[in-house]
């Protein structure tokens, strides 16, 4: 047994300062990157902004519509090769640098991506990305699987996770991960914490994590933590290459699939969403040795996702105009964290001591 006495930092810990800007407008920030993926060699340009794989968030219908703003979607694990064919073939365009498939590691997680291989192979089907998710990405049977994948599918840029701490995200990059997925028990539906006790301040992951990656020329996602675009721009602040958000992006038209929203199953429009280590999202699945690692809560019903969206973005541009960067690869390089006790006055938010 051993302490750590050096203090760890979540995103409510910390503001950015302020700095000299010469810019005019927010207009003028560009939100886009553009990156080469080490182990994949494949390019990727858009906002890095991504919709979780969680049920009523990573869905074809919001990946449909964020696309439209530039973001990146991880699709449900519950997809299976053919919806997933049938949505590339029904977009009609030459890349899918948008959107990912998501898959977890046992035995029928192979199977199903071995379906996905024939399909590449025999129809010429792209799979870009795959994202290879699970709760605990400290396992050797997780690195090993990661490695497997990579063989499976050279050209495809790998996301893994989730993990917290720097010796890990090298060693997924090492073993044929290009983006390393950084957050253990930030989610607001997640309960690892509580359940297990294990978890890492999620700014320190971020900063630490994506030194790491950087320095072997990998990239990482904050996955977790984020209740606002401040949260948002303090991840990039923090190093971050992608900002992976859940229950900002839940209780929208977009998250109930194909049928659209149902509104008799909506009491008082609330709308239920739930963390994929829950009991409710494993269903038959679940398993008695297992702890449930997830809440169910009952959000607003909030209708279409784009002014969310539109939010996010605008508070992004923002903030670079604040310290000074013209694009959102700059952020990082103009961004002073300040420790705080107190983010904002919130006495007419019912938080009269921030968050």
């Not at 080490?38 to 906002?47: C, E, F, I, K, P």
């Not at 794989?53 to 991880?74: Q, R």
């Not at 498939?101 to 991506?113: N, P, Q, R």
């Not at 999202?281 to 996702?305: C, M, N, T």
Request: with cysteine; charged share 25%.
């Amino acid at each position: 047994m051993r302490i750590d006495n050096e203090v760890k930092l979540d995103y409510s810990d910390v503001l950015l300062r302020p700095k000299r800007s010469i810019m005019g407008s927010r207009s003028e920030v560009s939100l886009e990157r553009k990156y080469t993926f080490r182990n994949s060699g494949q390019t990727y340009s858009g906002v890095p902004i991504m919709a979780s794989n969680m049920d009523g968030v990573g869905t074809i219908e919001m990946a449909s519509k964020l696309k439209e703003h530039g973001l990146f979607t991880c699709f449900v694990k519950s997809y299976d090769v053919y919806d997933v064919i049938r949505f590339v073939v029904k977009q009609d365009l030459p890349h899918y640098n948008w959107f990912a498939v998501s898959t977890g590691v046992s035995d029928s997680d192979m199977t199903k991506l071995a379906n996905y291989k024939y399909e590449v192979d025999i129809n010429g089907f792209e799979l870009p990305f795959i994202c290879i998710d699970v709760a605990n990405g400290y396992s050797e049977r997780f690195i090993e699987r990661v490695s497997e994948i990579r063989e499976l599918f050279p050209k495809s840029t790998i996301i893994a996770g989730n993990v917290v701490t720097p010796d890990i995200t090298e060693q997924l990059i090492l073993s044929g991960a290009d983006i390393v997925k950084v957050g253990i028990g930030p989610g607001s539906v997640c309960t690892t914490r509580i359940k297990t006790g294990i978890g890492y301040p999620q700014l320190s992951a971020v900063i630490e994590c994506a030194d790491a990656a950087h320095g072997l020329g990998g990239h990482i996602i904050a996955d977790g933590g984020c209740v606002s675009s401040g949260d948002v721009v303090k991840a990039f602040a923090a190093g971050a290459d992608f900002v992976m958000l859940g229950g900002m992006l839940a209780g929208h038209d977009e998250g109930f699939g194909s049928q659209g929203p149902h509104m008799d199953a909506i009491e008082g429009k609330k709308v239920k969403f739930y963390g994929m280590s829950s009991k409710e999202a494993q269903g038959d699945d679940f398993k008695d040795y297992r702890a449930s690692e997830g809440r169910v809560v009952e959000l607003p019903y909030r209708g279409p996702v784009d002014p969310t969206v539109q939010d996010i973005l605008c508070g992004l541009r923002s903030a670079c105009t604040y310290v000074g960067a013209r694009t959102l690869k700059q952020l990082s390089k103009c961004a002073t964290f300040i420790r705080v006790n107190n983010q904002f006055n919130g006495v007419y938010t019912g938080n009269t001591v921030g968050e």
